[in-house]
């Protein structure tokens, strides 16, 4: 059965990935701040997960958090860095030193302390793969969130280059880094749900125009039911629009992500 570890795992995006791996039969392990919410996904997803507290900024708490689940479910065949905070909205100037560091400790060092704890068990093991959610602000400036925007971008870019150094040891292992942009992948979501309603709309089209050829009226167009023509034409027209939005628009995607 396969592992999977999620950092802030009890709201948002987090929360979600550890319903969907729970209910495709991956053993879930996570962590999160809240308390409460802790206790309400672990009465949620049952007793064969292990949610925990743990503050990532805390050396002291992710070194408890990993040697209860190596313990347990053992080193993850999947650790998803999904963990982020931002800073509340300020010139960089006004940012006091406490939001700054909180930011940093959470989005950058909370990435280092998990790794550290669990990559030698999983080097170890000789396989798994870790997954650093990043987010498109770390390839763009906004001068209210410099210090989300400064780690953001480095977790986003640079950590790949850990699954380099993991294979420097002496024992050959399987282990990956990658940094996965989490806005991206919402992106890419979107476009899907779009093409998929954009065909379904096209195919709703051409029903009709099978069903109004069958009407006769005196609007006609070739020779046929003029309303079923035009039915045809519009549905053709966005067919050939949407072929070639997919190409153009896929097309631009790979040249902006191999920038």
Sequence with gaps: MKHVLITGCTRGLGSAMARAFASRGWTVSGCGTSTPSVVALVEELGTRHRI?????????????FATD???????PDLLLNNAAVINPNAPLWEVTPDDFSRVIDVNLKGVHLICRAFLPAMIGRGSGVVVNFSSGWGR?????????????CFRGRHWERVGGLCEGGGKESEVKVKAMDAELVMEGFQKIANRITT????????????????IETNFQLMGYPGLAIVCFLAAAA????????IFVKDHQGRKKSNR
């Design 52 to 64: 925990l507290r743990c503050d990532v900024r805390s050396p002291a708490e992710v070194g408890a």
């Design 238 to 245: 966005g067919g050939f629009w949407l072929v070639i939005s």
């Design 69 to 75: 689940i190596l313990a347990g479910p053992g080193a």
């Design 140 to 152: 763009s400036t906004s001068p209210e969130v410099a210090p989300y925007l400064i780690g953001i």
């Design 199 to 214: 065909g379904i709309v096209l195919a709703a089209l051409i029903l009709g125009t099978c069903l109004l050829m069958r």
